[in-house]
């Protein structure tokens, strides 16, 4: 198997966890759910970030597909919050959400091309 599969495989590895990992998070209770920086729309645009950064290797979330899905997600588990202890749905929340999987689709991308770049100088 070459270096390119292997870090694509990884790449998609991570991204599945990451959406797996936000989703547990935003059904958490309130007072369940540990936070990481004094603003949640930070948290979101990291999260978010990390999942489309990785995720956007995946065959079928190529280009925006990654963004529709994570933005509609978020819209679903803010939605969701409306039901649990402690939670409540934001707007702001979505758009943190939704920017930071633009931002990390962006990143992704980049990586891919100046990863694809330095293997094929490498590789000469």
């Known amino acids: 198997m070459d270096l390119e599969r292997i870090g694509r495989r990884l790449f998609q590895m991570a991204g599945v966890i990451s959406f797996v990992v936000i989703a547990v998070l935003s059904v958490l209770p ?3 759910r540990p936070h990481v920086f004094s603003s949640g729309n930070v948290e979101h645009v990291l999260a978010y970030a990390g999942a489309a950064f990785f995720a956007s290797s995946l065959p079928t979330l ?3 597909r990654v963004v529709l899905l994570l933005s509609a ?3 679903l588990f ?3 919050q409306i039901l649990i202890p402690g939670r409540g749905p934001g707007l702001d929340n979505w758009i943190a959400s939704t920017l ?3 931002v990390g689709l962006a990143l ?3 990586f891919v091309t100046v990863a694809r770049t330095t293997l094929a100088i ?3």
């Open 30 to 32: 309130g007072a369940d």
């Open 62 to 64: 190529r280009g925006w």
């Open 73 to 75: 997600a978020s819209l």
């Open 78 to 80: 803010e939605g969701i």
């Open 100 to 102: 930071g999987a633009i």
């Open 108 to 110: 992704g991308r980049a």
């Open 122 to 124: 490498v590789s000469r």
